[in-house]
């Protein structure tokens, strides 16, 4: 049967199981927006394209399937590529489609035309221009394979508005699943080999292409083999943090027995992530390209295999791939030579990672982590951005269980609450705490509006230090004393979120912050979204760092001083 293409569109992406898509409006698709008035997609507008690409960046990570996102073009698409970075670097599966210019224009700088390919082709995985209405299929099936395969990451199709319009006969492609990646036997049998024969083995987890599946895979393995396991940057919720083989995690402000304990290891293991410049600590944690520990490097990529680092063993194979193979492979030979200390690393991240007593008087953020962390169910989703203000939760915060997280390892501002509007809408009966800093709140503040409008009734804190406290940091480190370019006049952000219908409250005590967060779980229990607005101490720039401590230290200052009041670098 004859239908339009912007409706055999919407038709294919029901078929891959799309459930929701995130979009600002324009007329450049006007064709796939009325198709999705009689979907069972469910439409989420947001405020920005910006926020609109974060949302669905969002829901890739949650769902290991791309999340979907519509702009328009030109300035549609410019705003919606922070969020197709994000993706990119966070290896998320991602699908953008962009409204275009009539194909008879294209070339020509029509209004608001961009060449799509030329724009986003360093950013996304794919990025190309559907030619045809009869080849919709073709190009979302292979889009989706993409976008789902090896590292995950964004693809971007830009519509033509006539093509859009044209009919067609082409059937929808079937549904697309990702190929998972084994390891051969020879493989499995010279990881065993090489964890029989080392004395002090750490497994790094990280990247992704997890599932709830691997997660436990992992831990099976870990407990099998007695393996002290590190996650990666933003990925704490791959591995039960209060476990007794769980070491931390290696992101900025890295604790300093961790990196001891990394430097010292002679086998690690990195399962999944690419070991960047985050977790990598500069690409000094390990040398570049041989590293002095053996290693092992498994991931779904082979072009990601060898990239910077040499390993011993090159593993081309997804998490849970590896992980049932291992798994299933005859265990250790004997008890391995590291059990003794296989739970001290878990003794040294709970010393490091511990909250110090906080007191009645002016809102301290380790007062804020403390009643969050005793009040504050396991299966909560925490979402945060970049600042400063992170530092706190990724220090003291305990992440016991997989996809509790939604963090940017690129780190982009305004990632929290785009993100815990996503995550509110896919898990409507679990608590989502988002955490922003006010200058990271105010970079996508307007989705707030998304969240009431769509009842996702998520419970903001947003960290007001008056300042852009990453930056002005580092400033009195290079610069002592000499601000420019960092203060922040800011609004009452409980005001604002009263605007929207929100609720919304002012916390500028210790002891006042137990009654404000009942209250605003009440506001969320009941459909509504909540806003904190907390009110802190700008000196107070990081956890057991003062920013005048931080201008004493100057240009000696490290942030991975092993020192136990170590300042951590910014997130």
């Known amino acids: 049967m004859a239908r339009s293409g912007g409706r055999l569109l919407v038709e294919a992406l029901e078929e891959q199981g799309t459930e929701r898509v995130f979009c600002v409006p324009g007329e450049s698709y006007l064709e796939a927006l009325d198709a999705l008035r009689d979907s069972k997609i469910r439409l989420i507008v947001a405020r920005q394209e910006g926020g609109a690409a974060l949302m669905a960046e969002?829901?890739?990570?949650?769902?290991?399937?791309?999340?979907?996102?519509?702009?328009?073009?030109?300035?549609?698409?410019?705003?919606?590529?922070?969020?197709?970075?994000?993706?990119?670097?966070?290896?998320?599966?991602?699908?953008?489609?962009?409204?275009?210019?009539e194909r008879a224009h294209l070339g020509r700088e029509a209004f608001q035309e961009v060449d799509m390919a030329a724009f986003f082709g360093p950013l996304a995985k794919w990025a190309a221009t559907i030619p045809d209405a009869d080849r919709i299929p073709e190009y979302v099936s292979r889009a989706f394979h993409v976008a789902m395969s090896g590292r995950p990451g964004p693809v971007v199709l830009a519509l033509p508005e006539d093509m859009l319009v044209d009919r067609t006969e082409a059937a929808v492609p079937r549904r697309v699943e990702a190929a998972e990646q084994t390891p051969s036997a020879a493989q499995i049998e010279w990881v065993r080999r090489l964890l029989s024969i080392s004395r002090r083995p750490t497994l790094i987890a990280g990247g992704s292409r997890w599932t709830p599946e691997a997660v436990r895979a992992l831990r099976a393995v870990a407990e099998r083999w007695m393996l002290p396991v590190a996650c990666s940057f933003r990925r704490q919720s791959l591995f039960d943090n209060e476990h007794p083989l769980y070491a931390g995690h290696l992101g900025?402000?890295?604790?300093?027995?961790?990196?001891?304990?990394?430097?010292?290891?002679?086998?690690?293991?990195?399962?999944?992530?690419?070991?960047?410049?985050?977790?990598?600590?500069?690409?000094?944690?390990?040398?570049?390209?041989?590293?002095?520990q053996r290693l092992i490097h498994i991931h779904p990529d082979p072009d990601e295999l060898g990239r910077v680092y040499a390993p011993n063993l090159s593993v081309c194979a997804t998490p849970g791939g590896f992980?049932?193979?291992?798994?299933?492979?005859?265990?250790?030979?004997?008890?391995?030579?590291?059990?003794?200390?296989?739970?001290?690393?878990?003794?040294?991240?709970?010393?490091?990672?511990?909250?110090?007593?906080?007191?009645?008087?002016?809102?301290a953020m380790e007062a804020v982590m403390a009643h969050l962390r005793e009040t504050t169910p396991n299966d909560a989703i925490t979402t945060n951005g970049a600042g400063n203000y992170a530092a706190w939760l990724h220090r003291h915060w305990r992440w016991r269980?997989?996809?509790?997280?939604?963090?940017?390892?690129?780190?982009?501002?305004?990632?929290?609450?785009p993100a815990?509007?996503?995550?509110?809408?896919?898990?409507?009966?679990?608590?989502?705490?988002?955490?922003?800093?006010?200058?990271?709140?105010?970079?996508?503040?307007?989705?707030?509006?998304?969240?009431?409008?769509?009842?996702?009734?998520?419970?903001?804190?947003?960290?007001?230090?008056?300042?852009?406290?990453?930056?002005?940091?580092?400033?009195?480190?290079?610069?002592?004393?000499?601000?420019?370019?960092?203060?922040?006049?800011?609004?009452?952000?409980?005001?604002?979120?009263?605007?929207?219908?929100?609720?919304?409250?002012?916390?500028?005590?210790?002891?006042?912050?137990?009654?404000?967060?009942?209250?605003?779980?009440?506001?969320?229990?009941?459909?509504?979204?909540?806003?904190?607005?907390?009110?802190?101490?700008?000196?107070?720039?990081?956890?057991?760092?003062?920013?005048?401590?931080?201008?004493?230290?100057?240009?000696?200052?490290?942030?991975?001083?092993?020192?136990?009041?170590?300042?951590?670098?910014?997130?």
């Open 58 to 101: 969002a829901e890739g990570k949650m769902s290991g399937r791309p999340g979907i996102c519509f702009v328009t073009r030109g300035p549609g698409a410019t705003n919606a590529s922070a969020g197709v970075h994000v993706a990119r670097q966070d290896s998320t599966p991602m699908i953008l489609f962009v409204g275009q210019v």
């Open 252 to 292: 900025l402000g890295l604790d300093g027995a961790l990196r001891k304990r990394v430097e010292a290891s002679d086998l690690v293991i990195l399962l999944g992530g690419r070991f960047s410049e985050i977790p990598s600590q500069g690409y000094e944690l390990l040398k570049v390209p041989s590293p002095d």
């Open 323 to 363: 992980l049932g193979a291992l798994h299933e492979a005859e265990g250790p030979p004997s008890t391995p030579l590291w059990a003794p200390e296989a739970a001290r690393p878990h003794a040294a991240f709970e010393i490091w990672s511990a909250l110090p007593e906080t007191t009645p008087g002016p809102l």
């Open 401 to 417: 269980r997989y996809g509790t997280q939604l963090a940017p390892t690129s780190g982009s501002m305004g990632y929290g609450l």
């Open 420 to 571: 815990a509007v996503a995550a509110k809408l896919r898990h409507p009966k679990r608590e989502v705490l988002c955490f922003a800093g006010d200058g990271c709140w105010q970079m996508t503040m307007q989705e707030l509006g998304t969240a009431a409008q769509e009842g996702a009734a998520l419970l903001a804190l947003i960290c007001d230090n008056g300042q852009y406290g990453t930056i002005r940091m580092h400033q009195e480190r290079a610069h002592p004393g000499r601000q420019s370019g960092t203060a922040l006049k800011n609004p009452d952000f409980a005001a604002v979120a009263q605007a929207y219908g929100v609720f919304g409250q002012r916390v500028e005590r210790n002891e006042d912050l137990p009654e404000a967060l009942a209250a605003a779980r009440a506001a969320t229990a009941a459909g509504r979204p909540a806003v904190l607005h907390l009110i802190l101490d700008p000196e107070a720039i990081s956890p057991g760092r003062r920013l005048e401590r931080v201008a004493e230290a100057g240009a000696g200052f490290r942030a991975d001083s092993a020192l136990p009041d170590a300042e951590p670098e910014p997130l």
